[in-house]
């Protein structure tokens, strides 16, 4: 409500029933791409009308052959802005040249466990479901289907992807650039036949490890900004937090949401780095969630809040004093009046002469308090009617 009503500032159009599915924007936020339903990749130059002060999109580049086989799940940006990375349910993530629209690489996602020994379990148990639906048109491999895709570092040399069947676990896998592999196209070129820019990235990338993330398809992916660690949420409405230096969950909120989740966004600096919100809460929050259950969920690795509040008589959190301490305090200044109240009408003599300097200071101190103390406060057993002897 603070922020006021929503304004478009532009819209662009990726074509007639192409459907769009993922949006990212460049580094400098001046391009964006688009993945359809239809399997194309297109990017748009951000321009602004200063006439009528809205943004302009103006398509750029088109992935060439169509792009995917199949619908586009993700879209990323090169950390440079020289390239575009998708992924889609062709069980393909594969990197284009955002200048030309030329493929540069593409990686052939696997859904096979890691472990030889599960994935020979897994493999029974499949063929024995095959033999099962023989005779009702539901035969041949699962479909692989890439659920999403990001860069893992700066220079665009590692990418990381998550794949899955339909119903089967969904698998990370991580891969990294490596030299040679088929020759890259040349840069575009100028009006003056010079190469306009510098070439476009390596796109040969091999797979450098696969674990299992999910044990059901992952909905949603987003990745912090110092690449440490992966958000993912799958269709039960769990989410995870997974290390990327070592490719394991680092923790699980299990079932946040009655429905898939449909989005996360991880944090985008890191804990040092307080954000808004977190000073208040006490809590840094790392990943935020979303679902079409209308909740969203703030997710963190800490255990308990650092910032301590005080808390009411109640138990519940609040400011200031609480009641009891407040009445404990009330009723000692009530017996320190009443004390003094009592001190002057018994020992008003002692008191004076403690101002009065006709002899020792210490001496009028000490015979003050001992009147005071015997009279006002504790009274001596030998003091005439305290003594009670026994029947």
């Known amino acids: 409500d603070d922020a006021g009503p929503a304004l478009l500032l532009g819209e662009a159009s990726a074509g007639d029933k192409a459907g769009c599915n993922a949006v990212a924007f460049s580094p400098l936020g001046d391009a964006m791409a688009v993945g359809c339903e239809n399997g194309s990749v297109q990017v748009f130059r951000i321009l602004h009308d200063k006439t009528t002060g809205k943004a302009v999109f103006k ?14 799940s993700s879209v990323s940006f090169h950390p440079r802005g020289l390239a575009v990375l998708s992924c889609g349910k062709d069980g393909t993530a594969r990197l284009w040249d955002g200048r030309t629209g030329a493929e540069l690489g593409r990686m052939n996602t696997s859904i096979e466990h890691p472990d030889p020994k599960k994935r020979a379990a897994m493999e029974l148990a499949e063929a024995k479901k095959m033999r099962g639906r023989r005779g009702r048109g539901q035969q041949g491999p699962p479909k692989i289907l890439v659920r999403g895709c990001a860069f893992g570092d700066l220079e665009g040399k590692v990418v990381y992807t998550v794949q899955s069947g339909k119903r089967t ?22 009006p003056d036949g010079r190469p306009s820019g510098p070439p476009p990235p390596n796109g040969n990338y091999v797979e450098d490890g696969r674990v299992e993330c999910s044990e059901k398809p992952v909905s949603a992916l987003s990745l912090t900004g110092d690449a440490s660690t992966l958000v993912l949420g799958n269709v039960e409405g769990s989410v995870f937090l997974f290390d990327l230096a070592n490719l394991r969950c680092e923790k699980a909120f299990v079932e946040v949401h009655d429905l898939p989740v449909t989005c996360v966004a991880a944090r985008p600096v890191p804990s040092a780095l307080p954000l808004p919100g977190d000073a208040e809460e006490g809590v840094p929050f790392d990943a935020l969630s979303a679902s079409a259950d209308n909740r969203m969920g703030f997710l963190t690795r800490q255990r308990r809040s650092r910032k301590k509040r005080p808390r009411t008589a109640s138990g519940g959190k609040g400011e200031g004093l609480s009641t009891i301490t407040f009445m404990f305090l009330l009723w000692f ?18 008191l004076e002469g403690v ?13 003050a308090m001992t009147c005071t103390w015997q009279n006002a406060i504790w009274a001596p057993p030998t003091r005439a009617g305290i003594a009670v002897p026994p029947h």
Do not use: N
């Open 333 to 350: 200044l009530a017996l320190v009046y009443l004390v003094c109240k009592l001190s002057w009408r018994l020992c008003r003599p002692e």
């Open 59 to 72: 398509k750029i580049v088109e992935a060439t052959d169509g792009g995917h086989d199949d619908a586009v």
């Open 169 to 190: 676990p969904a698998y990370l896998s991580r891969w990294v650039v490596q030299p040679g592999g088929r020759g890259a196209p040349p840069p575009p070129m100028g």
């Open 355 to 367: 101002f009065a300097f006709d002899e020792s200071p210490a001496m009028a101190f000490e015979s």
